[in-house]
Nanobody, 127 residues
Framework: QLQLVESGGGSVQAGGSLRLSCAAS????????MGWFRQGPGKEREGIAD????????WYSDFVKGRFTISQDSAENTVYLQMNSLKPEDTATYYC????????????????????WGQGTQVTVSS
């Protein structure tokens, strides 16, 4: 089974940047959806960004479009989330998810529900 481990979270000031990493135990092929989700205090888990086809296609939440970027390294075992211009509203636990599929997941939580999930990494943005 594919194991995912997130890292890179921490505490930053509003306007700052963080780069989250999702390290996979195996090869992330073009048939994997790879996504980033987050859950803030008292909120439901929401999709932030995901990719398909080793990054050939990407989708972003309107809340982060233009500020966050999802990407994959050349070794195809790590997915990143570059977060710029962070806001206090971005404070949440961030999760990496993956699932093997024939078609893109288009940031739909239901497509990832039975897939692989990391343990989460905390991001706190102070004002």
């Amino acid at each position: 089974q594919l194991q995912l481990v997130e890292s890179g979270g921490g505490s930053v000031q509003a306007g700052g940047s963080l780069r989250l990493s999702c390290a996979a135990s195996g090869y992330i092929s073009s048939n994997y959806c790879m996504g980033w989700f987050r859950q803030g205090p008292g909120k439901e888990r929401e999709g932030i960004a995901d990719m398909f086809g080793r990054g050939s296609s990407t989708w972003y939440s309107d809340f982060v479009k233009g500020r966050f970027t999802i990407s994959q390294d050349s070794a195809e075992n790590t997915v990143y989330l570059q977060m710029n211009s962070l806001k206090p509203e971005d404070t949440a636990t961030y999760y990496c998810a993956a699932i093997w599929t024939w078609t893109p997941c288009r940031l739909q939580y239901g497509r990832y529900a039975n897939g692989y999930w990391g343990q989460g990494t905390q991001v706190t943005v102070s004002s």
